[in-house]
């Protein structure tokens, strides 16, 4: 789904078929509770960037979250797919307090203004170099709060990957790429160690079901 030339009915169907993985797997869950802790301490509105947000699902359900815990969070979530822009801004259509850009973070950077970023199962797309390069950017930001939802690198993993994605999904470059991001993705502790090179000292680390990791770090 990363190559460049995928056809964009075809990618919206993988899209669609992701979003659906997600809240099986309840990524939004496992995002909201460290956020919620964070926007509760603060003592003015937080805004909270979403990289490589795909479907947009993740930030529309976090932002319905924070609706009814009457927290005052702006969610944008960007990708550097138009494809998947214009498919997380019609799924927001109804929805208040989102914006979706067009933005290649490893090479943007992050916006200004931002206090909380959220990388949910990005970062097994990245080798070493590109996982670095993300993670100084973060370091540069103004953001205070970094939250990482990803894939565990293990056997069980890549059986659940490879039998979910055929149970949740039609597409089938869900069911390829299933399976290849868990052989890509990185255990808990290398995700960690790789926020210590990068300048992202004292992350945490716990693992989360179904064979995930939620990394968080706070400046």
């Known amino acids: ?48 960037l979403d990289i490589a947000t795909g479907a947009g699902d993740l930030p529309i359900a976090l932002a319905k979250r924070a609706i009814r815990a009457n927290l005052p969070i702006r969610f944008t979530g960007c990708d550097i797919s138009a494809t998947a822009v214009t498919h997380a801004q019609n799924q ?64 069980t993993g890549f059986l659940l990957a490879s039998i979910g994605t055929r149970l949740l999904s039609r597409s089938p470059v869900v069911h390829i790429d299933g399976p290849r991001s868990v052989r890509a993705a990185y255990t808990p502790l290398e995700a960690v160690a790789l926020t210590e090179r990068a300048g992202l000292r004292g992350a945490s680390v716990v693992r989360r079901w179904p064979c995930r990791f939620l990394l968080s770090w706070k400046r």
């Open 92 to 155: 927001s259509a109804s929805e208040g307090g989102l914006t979706f850009i067009q933005r290649d973070v490893l090479r943007d950077g992050i916006p200004d203004g931002v206090d909380v970023v959220t990388c949910s199962l990005f970062l097994h797309h990245l080798e070493d170099a590109e996982a670095l390069t993300l993670f100084g950017h973060v370091a540069l930001s103004s953001a205070r709060l970094l939250i990482v939802n990803d894939l565990a690198r293990s056997r």
């Open 1 to 48: 789904m990363d190559r460049p030339d995928i056809d964009p009915a075809v990618h919206q169907r993988a899209l669609r078929g992701l979003a659906r993985i997600n809240r099986f797997s309840g990524s939004a869950r496992i995002v909201w509770r460290p956020l919620a802790e964070f926007a509760r301490s603060q003592s003015r509105p937080i805004h909270v």
